[in-house]
């Protein structure tokens, strides 16, 4: 038999923050982005960078 007296119990405090309100994101549905294309140029700093639909319709973006 196990002597209480020797157990120590360690319980964890939770404290729960209320998250502050994030501004929204700007949305854009792909179908308004490429319209009827597969492949559109993203300029970035002066570089361009390609966003464009794999054949497994998936998004892939290279510079």
Do not use: C, D, W
């Amino acid at each position: 038999m196990k002597n209480i007296n020797n157990l120590h119990i360690h319980r964890q405090s939770v404290v729960i923050v209320e998250q502050e309100s994030v501004p929204e994101r700007r949305r854009v549905s792909s179908a308004e982005l490429f319209g009827m294309q597969h492949e559109v140029v993203i300029e970035h700093n002066n570089e361009e960078y390609r966003l464009r639909i794999t054949s497994n319709n998936k998004l892939i973006l290279t510079k």
